[in-house]
């Protein structure tokens, strides 16, 4: 598990961890049942408190992602396989979003985005 903390990014510290570890799992890179680092080892690999650790790991527990076993460890929590499909669309619309707002900005017309968007999903498909 790799997670890069940024000091000078408005987002807290545990909201970055947070962050990264959803996407990993989202993205797959993390699998259902694959054991995290415990919160005092994440704490000492990116040289933060081990409160800020533990926040993170509760904030993903609530959401789902994560699952804590008394003694045992914290593990990628067991996905809902629609709820996983759905949040990876959620992170899709918001990258796409931030596309169509930056289009925007710099004048691309709706076709021209449009077309952009055709080719580049017709190379993905080969």
């Known amino acids: 598990m ?10 807290p510290i545990y909201e970055q961890i947070c962050g990264q570890i959803k996407a990993q799992i989202i993205s797959g890179d ?3 049942g694959e054991a995290l680092p415990s919160i005092r080892k994440l704490a000492q690999e990116l040289h933060i408190s081990v409160i800020t650790t533990k926040r993170a790991y509760e904030e993903l527990e609530k959401e789902g992602f994560i699952d804590t076993v008394g003694g045992k460890g914290t593990f990628v929590a067991i996905q809902n396989q629609e709820m996983l499909r759905e949040k990876k669309m959620k992170a899709i619309e918001d990258m796409v979003a931030n596309t169509v707002n930056e289009a925007q900005k710099l004048g691309i017309s709706y076709e021209e985005l449009q077309e952009m968007l055709n080719i580049l999903y ?3 498909e080969n």
């Not at 790799?2 to 987002?11: G, P, R, V, Y």
């Open 2 to 11: 790799k997670i890069i903390i940024s000091n000078a990014a408005s987002k």
């Open 122 to 124: 017709r190379e993905n």
């Open 30 to 32: 993390l699998a259902e």
